[in-house]
């Protein structure tokens, strides 16, 4: 089969279409892993992690060269050990799914999957929207729910795949309003449903005014870094944009303070991961910073169920949600195309989700 090789780490240039690799199968798999004809891979910031080496030791192959990709979608070609009634889907269905291992794998013509976070994909959803879906609107999806009716919410990094996702799912938890901001505010409003936007390059949100006299409920932060400035505005007699703890204000964030970091071995991880979230957690929460500083929350570990899948999906069979595709692809399937795709990733500028269609090579 035809699949994406990474032959080494670094750049893109590693990265190489091979045409003898061969099929995988469900020949001694442990259950819970199928056999899918890939049809679309989305991309996300672990691929481009990975491939960069900086946490090799943690989220590296077991060997080289590896095949990159997780998030996909595909025809069913082999069940395996795994049962159609038990799954609700046999052989010949479409179906989407989020990496659970890691990401790795999707980018060929054949892959093994697994059925923990997988389900059918509905008539009428796309292959490459199915894959965008499953990649970022399953975690946007998530991260809804832990909205309530008639709060007001500011998403950074709204433009990304589940900033993209989120403004519009936002709209059916019926809040009051929803701020977006992105270096493209336009699309926000006009395709995405937000009631404003703001361009970080023009204005920097933490300072607008209204937002200070009016402040908003929740904060994602899916941009990297911003509970270290509102620290530093509140320390230096600033109002925030958002409410205390005690008055309700909650800021949520699915990623660590910088997007590209360095990792190399267990206890600098647990200490990103773990121990300064959990502090930040315990300070925003306690004695008197609760009434100056909204409630955080590191949502890394989010819902991983095929409930979640299911539920996605349903919503964009009704017309509920729309999957977000950047406008440079789907790209085809091919070395130049793919490097230039992982480039865009990479560029964290991204309209939504970077798709690659390997049914066009």
């Not at 890939?38 to 590896?66: C, F, N, W």
């Not at 449903?193 to 949100?205: E, S």
């Not at 989700?353 to 090579?361: A, E, F, G, L, P």
Request: proline fraction near 5%; include cysteine; charge should be neutral.
């Amino acid at each position: 089969m035809k699949a994406i090789h990474c032959l080494d780490y670094g750049s893109t240039q590693k990265l190489q279409l091979v045409e003898d690799v061969p099929v995988p199968t469900t020949k001694d798999v442990p259950k819970g892993k199928i056999l899918i004809k890939t049809h679309s891979v989305a991309l996300a910031p672990g691929d481009v992690r990975i491939l960069s080496g900086k946490t090799k030791e943690l989220q590296g192959p077991k060997s080289m060269p590896y095949i990159p990709g997780g998030d996909c979608s595909g025809s069913i070609v082999d069940m395996g050990n795994e049962s159609p009634e038990d799954l609700g889907f046999d052989v010949g269905d479409r179906v989407a799914a989020r990496f659970v291992d890691g990401p790795g794998g999707a980018l060929a013509e054949y892959a093994l999957i697994s059925t923990a976070m997988c389900d059918k994909v509905p008539d009428g959803v796309s292959s490459a929207a199915a894959a965008a879906l499953a990649s970022s609107a399953t975690v946007a999806l998530s991260l809804s729910k832990r909205v309530k009716e008639n709060e007001r919410v500011l998403i950074l990094g709204a433009g990304g795949g589940v900033g993209s996702h989120l403004c519009q799912l936002l709209r059916l938890r019926n809040v009051s309003f929803v701020a977006g901001v992105s270096s493209k505010p336009e699309r926000l409003l006009k395709e995405l449903g937000c009631n404003q936007a703001v361009d970080y390059n023009v204005q920097d949100p933490f300072t607008v005014e209204e937002w200070k006299k009016n402040p908003f409920d929740v904060i994602f932060d899916l941009a990297s870094g911003s509970w270290i400035k509102l620290v530093a505005l509140k320390n230096n007699g600033e109002k925030l944009i958002i409410k205390s703890a005690s008055d309700g204000g909650r800021f949520l964030t699915t990623s660590s303070d910088e997007p590209w970091y360095e990792l190399h071995s267990i206890l600098p991880a647990l200490n990103k991961f773990l121990v300064v979230p959990m502090y930040r957690a315990i300070y925003s929460r306690v004695f008197y910073n609760r009434s100056r500083m909204p409630a955080y929350t590191f949502a890394f570990s989010l819902n991983n169920d095929r409930d979640v899948m299911r539920e996605t999906l349903q919503l964009a069979k009704d017309g509920y949600l729309k999957a977000c595709i950047d406008d440079k692809g789907p790209f085809v399937f091919s070395t130049d195309n793919v490097r230039e795709a992982f480039e865009l990733q990479e560029s964290r500028h991204v309209k939504g989700k970077v798709v690659i269609d390997i049914t066009q090579t």
